[in-house]
């Protein structure tokens, strides 16, 4: 399957009559967009209100709380749309061609749906953790219904976030791109004749699904109702694959970090140099030992049958998923293939506990993101979107994380993105 992206530059975002791109500046009418957003019936029920700001690299700005981090694009050449089974209708994406409007998000924020939502700080130290510091961003602040169950909020905005990227990635369908990629995987058969010599490998991407606010969608499915399966790698570039949680900030993984997983384009970066990238198994994280038995079996069946060299595992979250990385690992090694992992720690705040919940002397290829009890002190900005009132509630934060000064004192747990477990950040360890 071959796919195209068209890269187009945003370099600012500014609020007009009329929504457009030109010159490297998107302009937008924030009014327009919050009317096509506030279709959808849900929005609408569980909405009570929604408006816009920007927030660009550099300023005195926090966001939070976070929710989601979505990259506007438009599929303009090939079959399916933008976050199929969700928005476009269920057709398999992943070929043809997509823009992409590059260095800018949708930002989700506003009163807290669970209490492991994030913070970006746009400057100071806090910036220096997370990526999304270094793009535009356009946030989309909203505000619950009353007495609407968390659940049903997280939904409503999760869409109303895609929406607004949909409507605003269509703006790119007839722009020339600064940048054009082409990526490509060949079938079994075909790839095994093309690169004879070269290393089998593929990625099994775990995917966070333990539960109520805790959901990954693949094609608008739950992933928790599906079993250890295989997707091209196209698919997961190509808006396949949306989160739909609200695991710890630090190692969350927003639907920006699918839509640009680092695993999947270091892979592509040497698949016909170094190895043969032959696929992505996409594989639950399960509450119950019988689940979680279940998937790591069907994840190492699945690589002993494509015959596999080597695999690179990531994980989302901590604790309970270390278990089913750790059998997933452990079962793969056992089918003789070799494995490396991608994962966080929480290791206290001294570094000094047991960074992960579960361990095996097969697991000895390990790539940490970091350590996400590390504490730190995020200055005051001078301009807070969406509401500090949660600051002290989020995960990693404490009874007085918010100071009397406008500081926060809390682990890096509660910036988004800090310690990724995609290698989606700047923290690791050797």
Same mark, same amino acid.
Request: include cysteine.
């Given at each position: 399957?071959?796919?195209?992206? @068209?890269? /187009?530059?945003?370099? +600012?975002?500014?609020? $007009?009559?009329? #929504?457009? !791109?030109?010159? *490297?500046?998107?302009? =937008? ?55 199929? @089974?969700? /928005?476009?209708?269920? +057709?398999?994406?992943? $070929?043809?061609? #997509?823009? !992409?409007?590059? *260095?800018?998000?949708? =930002? ?323």
């Amino acid at each position: 399957m071959k796919l195209q992206l @068209g890269f /187009i530059e945003i370099r +600012d975002i500014r609020f $007009s009559e009329e #929504t457009k !791109v030109e010159g *490297g500046v998107l302009s =937008v009418n924030a009014d327009e967009v919050l009317a096509h957003v506030f279709q959808d019936e849900e929005v609408k029920a569980c909405i009570k209100k929604a408006h816009f700001d920007i927030a660009r690299p550099g300023e005195s700005v926090r966001i939070t709380p976070v929710k989601d981090v979505i990259e506007p694009r438009v599929k303009v050449e090939g079959p399916g749309g933008q976050f199929p @089974g969700v /928005i476009a209708k269920v +057709d398999t994406v992943g $070929s043809g061609r #997509t823009h !992409v409007l590059r *260095g800018m998000a949708v =930002v989700t924020a506003g009163p807290i749906v669970g209490f492991q939502e994030g913070i970006i700080d746009m400057s100071g130290p806090g910036a220096e953790y997370t990526g999304f510091s270094k793009l535009v961003n356009l946030v989309l602040v909203c505000e619950p219904a009353d007495d609407i169950q968390p659940h049903e909020y997280e939904r409503a905005v999760r869409v109303a976030g895609l929406r607004a990227a949909v409507y605003i990635g269509e703006f790119a369908r007839d722009i020339q791109p600064d940048e054009v990629k082409e990526f490509e995987t060949f079938g079994i058969k075909e790839g095994m004749e093309k690169f004879p010599a070269l290393p089998r490998v593929a990625y099994v991407h775990m995917l966070q699904s333990q539960g109520l606010l805790h959901d990954t969608y693949v094609y608008g499915v739950d992933a928790k109702r599906s079993l250890t399966t295989i997707l091209l790698p196209t698919e997961t570039m190509d808006g396949a694959i949306i989160s739909g949680n609200c695991v710890s900030a630090c190692d969350k993984n927003t639907t920006y970090h699918h839509q640009n997983n680092p695993v999947v384009a270091d892979l592509f970066e040497e698949h016909g140099k170094t190895l043969n990238y032959v696929c992505n198994i996409i594989t639950n994280e399960n509450v119950y030992l019988a689940d979680k038995m279940r998937s790591s079996d069907w994840t190492a069946k699945l690589c002993r049958l494509l015959d596999l060299d080597g695999v690179i595992v990531s994980q989302e979250g901590f604790g309970n998923p270390d278990t089913d990385l750790i059998m997933n690992t452990r079962k793969i090694e056992q089918q003789g293939i070799k494995t490396a992992i991608i994962t966080d720690e929480y290791a206290g705040q001294d570094g000094k506990s047991q960074s992960l919940a579960d361990a095996d002397p097969l697991a000895d290829a390990v790539v940490t993101g970091g350590n996400a009890n590390q504490v730190i002190v995020l200055p005051k900005m001078d301009k807070v979107i969406g509401t500090l009132d949660y600051v002290d509630k989020i995960a990693g934060g404490h009874a007085g994380s918010l100071r009397d000064d406008g500081s926060i004192e809390a682990e890096i747990q509660v910036i988004t993105g800090a310690t990724n477990e995609m290698g989606f950040g700047y923290l690791s360890a050797r």
